[in-house]
């Protein structure tokens, strides 16, 4: 509600972006010209290919996409939340170590079975970097 109010702001002024990666393609049916967020850092290729396949009205693509976001993002959860963000860029090349506390680094004694699970997503092509 408050995001299409936003969209609609002085006439669509403004260009809005999105911030949550797994629902991005809900925004941009809402008129979202991108997005923002913390798996953009090692997944952009994942969201320019949903952005394009929705721009050229291939619908069942963005779909497909979009679900490989919340795939991905359904891993966040299951190590251990918001700091799992860091496992996935030690994955594509970029160690960045843990968060500072109070972040508990969940993920990092479980990291082998990490990898694994990310392999299994069979989206090694939608990353930043490997």
Known sequence: MDFL??????????????????????????GATGGVGSTYNYAAPLYYQLIEAFDAGNLPEARKLQQQSIDMIRLLGKYGGIATGKAYMKYVGFDCGGFRLPIKNNW?????????????LKMENLFSTL
């Open 5 to 30: 109010s936003c969209i609609h702001l002085m006439h669509g002024k403004y260009e809005i972006l999105w911030g949550r990666g797994e629902k991005l393609l809900w925004a941009l049916v809402l």
């Open 108 to 120: 990092q004694g479980k990291y082998h079975e990490f990898k694994e699970d990310v392999r299994a």
